[in-house]
């Protein structure tokens, strides 16, 4: 018996080696060739693109929206997601051909399409309809705007069946452009894309406000330093944005974006601010216009008689927030571009037509001072450095060179115009320095008479004080720009009101 059952172990034994040994072959067929019936590896969906989004977009040229009735597949990197608010019910899908919207019902989209993370779309029983020129996709027609080519939102329950998620963070690299590179054309290839500016910044205008207004969008104007007038675009922001209260960045530098347009207006979105990268020094000749041009016949004459019809005669600027190593940033705030005269004792904030001393009182009335045609270019600060010039505003001349110049001097009427009110108040002390090239980085002090350069406010203040500064050797024959500046680098001492300064009669001699 016990014989009988060795045997069947060793029979046993013969048969199941080599069912195991085919067993394992097999794997190892099966293993070293895919078919296509395999599931995908890991993070790739079991689905292919077949037309791109140029192409699709093609489709639609105008009025109604179209219905994409055959089997259309995209696929694309979310580019702009709904995680800070500036987008709502749409992300924004790009591929290597151009980029387009999805309407998106429900909140949170971020989480199931996160930027950076490529879909495949559905297309078929899609409408592709636009928004005021920006073309986008949702689930039906929106008949309150069919001819305007209207689409509505594609229902949260309808996603999976339309939307494959793929894999995440991938490679999403913004295109470097020109504002004159984006057109209001339906098929803009950079409409819905993300893009790059570089040298912008926030207007003069807007660098007072926050991204967004108070319970308004926000639009705010950048631009860049080669052209102000051609090379503005909107940084448009939802009040919704989780930034929209936060202040806008005062430098100059480069803006990741989603670009779109709406009717004739180019727009930008940002994703958050990180987006917005404006921490180099602005323009420097973003306040004012053109260059003083020395000529050949010294002395070279300046006074502000015309400010108020002409604003500042070229080569003149206002700055704020200017520092010993900064030419400062332009002013963003001065009278109706000194269209106004205004009265010395008016407090306000800011650069300023002012009337000059000359010929006039400490007593004379405003109606006098308004008529006076004998004007100044004048400065009145209050608060802090970044909004209030205290320390910071300068007067300041762009000279286009000293080739061929010696000895150049500087004389200029420094005035203290402020002399209401029945006590002293504060004292501004001002300091003449210079700097060379586009954009100095180091400004150098020198010797003015006097020595001691200062305006006040208050009984007794009213001064009309000549100054005159001997640049000696130091600018001989500079064949570069040349930049000069009357500068306040120090906070005010004393109490009470600031006072109201101006400069006049500024002339340029030289050997």
Partial sequence: MIKRINMQRVHTTKWIIPALLFMFTAVLAVSCKRTFSDPPPAGAPDIVSNISIKDIKARYTSGAPVLIADDAVIEGVVSCDDRSGNYYQQIALQDSTGGVLLR???????????????????????????????????????????????????????????????????????????????????????????????????????????????????????????????????????????????????????????????????????RDTTDVRFTNPRCPTASGDGQINLGSSSPFLINFDNIGTAGLPAGVYVKQEASAGFIGNEATVYNNNFNTPTAWNQTSLGFKNFASATGLTATSSSSAQSASTNRALGARQTGTASVGGDPGFAFVFQ?????????????????????????????????????????????????????????????????????????????????????????????????????????????????
């Fill in 104 to 270: 998106l019902a429900g909140n949170n989209l971020f989480n199931n399409y996160p930027v950076g993370r490529k879909i495949f779309v559905k297309l078929k029983g899609l409408y592709l309809g636009q928004y005021n020129g920006t073309l986008q996709f949702g689930g039906g027609v929106d008949s309150a705007y069919l001819s305007q080519g209207g689409v509505t939102l594609l229902a949260s329950n309808l996603h999976d069946q339309h939307i494959v998620k793929g894999p995440l963070n991938q490679p999403l690299e913004p295109k470097v452009v020109t504002v004159s590179q984006l057109t209001t054309t339906l098929q803009d290839k950079y409409v819905s894309t993300l893009i790059k500016l570089v040298g912008y910044e926030f207007s003069s205008a807007d660098r007072s406000k926050n991204y967004a207004d108070d319970g308004f969008s926000g639009n705010r104007i950048i631009q860049d330093c080669s052209n102000l007038s051609a090379n503005k675009i909107t940084l448009r922001t939802s009040n919704y944005s989780n930034f929209a209260t936060l202040p806008v960045p005062q430098g100059n530098g480069e803006i990741i974006a989603v670009y779109s347009y709406f009717g004739s207006t180019k727009q930008l979105t940002i």
């Fill in 399 to 511: 000279l286009a060179n000293t080739a061929g110049k010696s000895n150049l001097q500087l004389e200029f009427l420094l005035q203290s115009l402020d002399a209401s009110g029945s006590t002293v108040g504060r004292t501004t002390s001002w300091k003449v320095d210079y700097g060379l090239g586009d954009n100095p980085v180091l400004f150098s002090p020198v010797t003015t008479t006097p020595a001691t350069l200062s305006t006040t406010f208050g009984p007794g203040s009213f001064a009309s004080t000549p100054v005159t500064v001997n640049f000696g050797s130091l600018l001989n024959n500079i064949n570069q720009k040349v930049w000069i500046r009357v500068v306040a680098l120090t906070s005010t001492t004393g109490g009470g009101n600031r006072p109201s300064t101006a400069i006049d009669d500024v002339k340029f001699s030289w050997n």
